[in-house]
């Protein structure tokens, strides 16, 4: 198992930006491939980022191409969220999730076991 704390989050003016931290206990964390999910109010959680288990391979959603990028530190047994850019629509409380991977390039969109609390993102305009 893997217990997930994200930090960073925060009020930020639109344009600006922030970085979000998902730190994870265990030893294993290079196991587990990362992804950041968002829920904006009255929306359904959806997904934003993921990375594979190495860090190599990468999958962005399109709204935030360009704008936000994924990275780990296996040593660290983190994981980032870089967002730069940020518009009003980026308001959200923003998840990180892991999930057991076999494969050292593969990321995933869905199919996450483990999630951490949230941390709110809130853009000004």
């Known amino acids: 198992q893997v217990q997930l704390v994200e930090s960073g989050g925060g009020l930020v003016q639109a344009g600006g930006s922030l970085r979000l931290s998902c730190a994870a206990s265990g030893r294993t964390f290079s196991s587990y491939a990362m992804g950041w999910f968002r829920q904006a109010p009255g929306k359904e959680r959806e997904f934003v980022v993921a990375?594979?288990?190495?860090?190599?391979?990468?999958y962005y959603t399109d709204s935030v191409k360009g704008r936000f990028t994924i990275s780990r530190d296996n040593a660290k047994n983190t994981a980032y969220l870089q967002m730069n850019s940020l518009k009003p629509e980026d308001t959200a409380v923003y998840y990180c999730?892991?999930?057991?991977?076999?494969?050292?390039?593969?990321?995933?969109?869905?199919?996450?076991?483990?999630w951490g609390q949230g941390t709110q993102v809130t853009v000004s305009s």
């Open positions: 990375t594979s288990r190495s860090g190599t391979s990468t």
């Open positions: 999730a892991a999930r057991l991977s076999y494969v050292s390039n593969t990321y995933y969109r869905d199919g996450y076991a483990y």
